[in-house]
């Protein structure tokens, strides 16, 4: 036995599969204990916020500054004014504002902005320009005025009797803060999702649902498959005839169209984890039960099983020192399998809303089908759908690794 | 040796799968750019079968492709109305998919039939469009009179005639089509005095007044004239059978409007401009509307519409769209909606969770109040709403909309003491606490009389900002410890679960702005008229009863005086708020308006002083805005 693992632990594939598979748990098992928030709880008030940092603003208007010899104006002008922004500018300029093309240098954001704010009228007549371009002037002029105002922002308090004004701060351009003071931020690794709930936090969450559903779903399916595979390959005859009709009706009716149809009979609200991974796995056995059937049919004739056989050992005790130890290396290979296609299985009902409830638990399939609906792959929303696919591959790619490298050293034939 | 075969097998096969799938795409994008195709269907030689196959369809739909295509600066390209192949073009039909041309709502679609009037919900005024001048109602509200443009004419070049307008509705009735069978309740017959004099008689009651005179009004704008001739020819060639009438498809209609069927089939509808549009009289528009062609391509899905959008195939598309913001602030597409900022579109809607009042824990107001005193409205309107919605703080609840014509007829100072905050599950929880109503055994569910307090919200699969809304009513319920699950069937089933009243809370969309509204809005809340139908399309949907609001709402329609008609809403609106038979989850725009201006531009935007409202250009006085289009490159 321990010759054997340290076989399997010998090959590369094994092994590299074994790792990524180990990483992901183990992250499952101690994210959660760093980070303890509610991984469905909506901290975004809004779709799909970018990942990054969020820090308080208003801690951050209230904070002492630092000041810091930064030519501020001409950074923000900078960072404000794109080069498209610039030859829009120009154009408009040109067209509308009547100044000379000779007068103008588009490299030059400072004068730009000031013969912009010198000509700009949004109420002139402007004949050919589309309501959207318009609108877009608008902006544009808006953020020019922003970032050459040289008074800097006021902060007033509100007299709560008369509603009047104080102002109480003034926040110059060359005030900054240090980002370390702010204690009231909260950061967003990977974004958030349609109802704003930190994706990281729920594709961990996910992935611990996801692995649940796959472990019982496989578990459940090579057991049923186990069992039925021995009692076809070791007696035969008729039960095993009935066997493989079953076996094989389930094999030509597409398990995924079985899948369906039951997780939408069973309806939404009894569809929690446990019961997804019940249907998947009692949906996905017949592959293997007709594996194992064969093995046991090559086995059953061998001379070890007669002998056993001739000296009366009864059938439970046959299949369980004589052909189940031959087989057990296939078996933990073939889970591994169910366990992938369980994952899958899962991730697939879900996208079609057919898995578990979106407020109850969160899986790799549900976060997909939101962030689908809420057309997170048109908007450039990568976050909220991108890691999820990557987990997915990840997950069934270090399980299919591992099958592979446990083939190579159990499968003679594949041997070097 | 096995291993290089099996290399240069894999190799093989990996060239295989890239050339075929090089092949699909080519022959999936030959449906819209015909020049492709030849190319495409020689890649595709190197698999037999699949070549085959995808030259034939490539070759066919190039040939219908060159038969309808249209001229992309003389059409406007539509997106996000209609969903399948047209069946058919019937005004009285129950089951007509066909978007385009059939929509006989407040302010019903007009660019095939014609109403007599258009509604515009910027000001809720009336426009006349066959008719010509307002309506009059003799001294007692009994008798309405409605001029006829003389200029009108059908499509045959005959007279738009009142006879046409008693016809059609003499029709709608006989043949107890849905129009029919709601209207004959309020309008006891339409006469014509002369050809272009109309005279709706409203049905009266016992004291011999006109039962609702609201609702009289509301058929003007919203019901398509018909022409008699036609309609005698359709019943004609279908034997007087009114199934048969009402299922005709009417592909050779006569009708009023200045566009007339051009083709339609399994990839889009195309509509083409009658160039002997009566219209064109200086009595009504002076001039034809300006694109030759409507066209709407029937695409897979909302996300297929988006892109389309995107890429400037459709210039005007009612589809709700996720942060539709991005599209001119971070990618600058030259895309716009009404507003420039949010909510972005005009609203007029109120998307309303409705309980079902005869179940158990539903029919105690504590159970309903702290339910609708959980939900973060907030949040709903961020993130399912995407902000495309004015929140709660700005238009409290009431029975009005976030229109300010309507919030004027109600008191919203007498309301402050029933509002509730958004997403208050402190408040909520201590509602149920003082109840009585607690979890007692300990499984994170409170119970009344020993029964777990669960319950399924629901409403149609695919509907992502309801789904989504309702996702955050359950994630209410998990905070106050009533469980909510969620359970989005698909359309039909949820139709016929809402419409029995097979449901514990469902969801559905109030009447937006119209010419009988707030009042038809409070039927809909309210009305213990509606809670014992057998089959209920109409509102209050939970079956809730009350004498009180039954009164008002009978009062409302026969009065005049505007003091008393913004007391009786208050009352109606307090009555909502304290019974909480619905809550509105969020205000929606009765049609979702957001125009690309890659060839057409000027189109209404809110700032521009026309006041044409955004309703896509087609609907009610919405359709002004064709006539005002222009080519970008022109």
């Known amino acids: 036995m321990k010759n054997t693992i340290k076989q399997v632990f010998h090959s590369g594939k094994f092994l590299v599969g074994f790792i990524i598979f180990f990483i992901i748990f183990l992250t499952c098992i101690f994210y959660p204990l760093i980070v303890r928030t509610d991984p469905l709880a909506m901290v975004g008030n809004g779709n799909f916020f ?206 995924f169209v079985i899948l369906i149809l039951i997780s939408y009979s069973v309806g939404n609200s009894a569809r929690g984890i446990m019961m997804v991974a019940l249907i998947i796995g009692l949906t996905s056995w017949p592959w293997t039960t007709r594996s194992v059937r064969s093995q046991v049919i090559s086995l059953r004739n061998r001379d070890h099983v007669n002998l056993s056989k001739l000296s009366g050992h009864s059938m439970m005790r046959i299949i369980f020192t004589d052909i189940l130890p031959y087989i057990a290396s296939y078996v933990v290979m073939a889970m591994i399998l169910q366990i992938s296609s369980g994952i899958l299985s899962e991730a697939q009902l879900s996208m079609i809303g057919l898995g578990p409830a979106t407020t109850k638990t969160a899986t790799l399939g549900l976060m997909m089908n939101w962030a689908m609906q809420y057309s997170a792959h048109l908007n450039g929303s990568w976050w909220a759908y991108f890691p999820v696919v990557i987990m997915i591959a990840l997950i069934s790619f270090s399980l299919n690794l591992m099958n592979t490298g446990l083939d190579q050293v159990f499968n003679p034939q594949l041997r070097d | 040796m096995k291993r290089r075969t099996e290399k240069l097998m894999s190799i093989l096969m990996i060239s295989a799968i890239t050339v075929s799938m090089m092949a699909g795409c080519g022959s999936s994008t030959s449906g819209t750019t015909a020049s492709s195709s030849d190319s495409a269907a020689s890649t595709a030689g190197a698999s037999e079968t699949a070549a085959s196959t995808d030259s034939a369809s490539a070759a066919a739909s190039t040939d219908t492709a060159d038969a309808d295509s249209t001229p992309r600066n003389e059409t406007l390209y539509f ?51 066959l008719a ?250 961020a993130s399912a709403m995407s902000g495309q919605s004015p929140t709660f703080d700005k238009y409290p609840r009431s029975i009005m909309g976030p229109l300010d014509s309507e919030q004027a007829l109600v008191d919203q100072s007498a309301l402050k003491d029933l509002q509730w905050k958004s997403g208050d ?84 969309s109030s009447p937006g702005a119209s010419v009988s509204n707030p009042w038809s809005r409070a039927m809909f809340f309210l009305s213990s008229k509606y809670a014992d139908l057998k089959v209920n399309w109409s509102g209050n949907f939970g079956g809730y009863k009350n004498a009180d609001a039954e009164k008002l709402l009978e009062a409302i329609p026969n009065e005049t005086d505007q003091a008393k008609l913004k007391e009786d809403y208050t009352d109606l609106s307090k009555i909502l708020l304290t019974d909480v038979p619905c809550f509105a989850l969020m205000y929606r725009p009765g049609e979702f308006y957001t125009v690309n201006e890659s060839v057409w531009t000027n189109y209404p935007q809110s700032d521009d002083g026309r006041n044409i409202p955004p309703m896509d250009c087609t609907d009610g006085y919405g359709i002004a805005a064709l006539y005002d289009l222009q080519l970008v490159n022109q």
């Open chain 2, 132 to 381: 010509t001048g307002d309506p009059e109602w003799n001294a007692d509200k009994t008798e309405m009179t409605v001029k006829l443009n003389p200029d009108a004419k059908w499509s045959d070049g005959t007279q738009v005639t009142a006879d046409d307008v008693k016809y059609t509705f003499d029709s709608h009735v006989k043949y107890q089509s849905s129009t029919g069978t709601d209207y004959s309740n309020y309008i006891d017959s339409v006469e014509a005095k002369d050809a272009t004099t109309v005279v709706f008689k409203a049905k009266l009651d016992d004291k011999g007044k006109a039962v609702n005179p609201l609702k009289v009004s509301d058929y003007l704008p919203k019901v398509y004239v018909m022409q008699k001739a036609y309609l005698q020819t359709v019943e004609k060639r279908n034997n007087n059978d009114a199934d048969k009438i009402k299922q005709d498809p009417m592909k050779d209609l006569v009708a009023s409007g200045p566009y007339k069927p051009y083709v339609d089939n399994d990839q889009k509808i195309v509509l083409q401009r009658d160039d002997n549009y009566w219209g064109q009289a200086s009595s009504m528009w002076g001039k034809l509307p300006v694109p030759k062609y409507i066209a709407h391509v029937i695409y897979k899905d909302n996300a297929a519409g988006q892109v389309a959008l995107q890429q400037g195939e459709v210039d005007v598309c009612q589809e709700f769209l996720t942060d539709v913001q991005d599209m001119w602030e971070k990618d600058n597409l030259p895309i716009s909606t009404w507003l420039d900022d949010a909510p972005y579109g005009l609203c007029t809607l109120m998307p309303t969770a409705f309980f079902n009042t005869k179940k158990a824990g539903l029919d105690n107001v504590t159970v309903r109040k702290a339910i609708a005193m959980a939900v973060d409205y907030d949040q709903i309107i």
């Open chain 1, 50 to 255: 970018a990942p990054g940092t969020y820090i308080s603003q208003e801690e951050a208007a209230t904070e002492e500054p630092y000041s810091l010899n930064v030519d501020a104006s001409s950074a923000k002008l900078q960072a404000a004014l794109s080069v498209d922004d610039l030859s829009a500018m120009q154009q408009w300029l040109i067209k509308y504002g009547g100044v000379k093309e000779s007068d103008i240098d588009v490299t030059d954001a400072q004068k730009m902005a000031e013969l912009w704010q010198a000509h700009y009228d949004s109420t002139v007549a402007q004949p050919g320009l589309i309501a959207a371009k318009k609108k877009y002037y608008v902006r544009l002029d808006k953020k020019i005025t922003a970032a050459l105002k040289d008074s800097g922002v006021i902060i007033a308090d509100k007299d709560a009797d008369t509603g009047a004004l104080t102002e109480s701060k003034t926040i110059k351009e060359t005030d900054f803060i240090n980002t370390g003071d702010i204690s009231n931020k909260r950061t967003f690794i990977l974004g958030t999702d349609n109802f704003g709930r930190d994706v990281l936090t729920e594709l961990i969450s996910a992935t611990v649902s996801s692995l649940k559903i796959g472990f019982i779903a496989g578990l459940i399916a090579t057991a049923i498959g186990l069992f039925l595979g021995l009692l076809a390959g070791y007696l035969g005859g008729f039960p095993d005839n009935l066997i493989m009709f079953i076996t094989n009706l389930f094999t030509v009716i597409p398990s």
């Open chain 2, 79 to 129: 997106a996000g109305q209609q969903w399948g192949t047209v069946n058919d073009y019937n005004p009285m039909s129950a089951n007509s998919n066909n978007a385009m041309v059939i929509n006989q709502t407040d302010y019903a679609r007009v660019l095939v039939y014609e109403t007599l009037y258009m509604f515009n919900p910027l000001d809720g005024s009336m426009k006349g469009l």
């Open chain 2, 425 to 508: 599950v402190e408040g909520a929880k201590k509602l149920l606490d003082d109840a009585g109503i607690k979890d007692t055994d300990g499984d994170g569910i409170r119970e009344i009389d020993g029964k777990n307090l669960s319950y399924k919200a629901e409403c149609p699969n695919g509907w992502s900002d309801w789904n989504a809304a309702l996702e955050i009513v359950a994630a209410a319920g998990k905070n106050i410890g009533i469980d909510i699950t969620t359970y989005f069937p698909e359309a039909s089933t949820y139709y016929d679960d809402m419409t029995t009243g097979n449901f514990d809370i469902c969801m559905w």
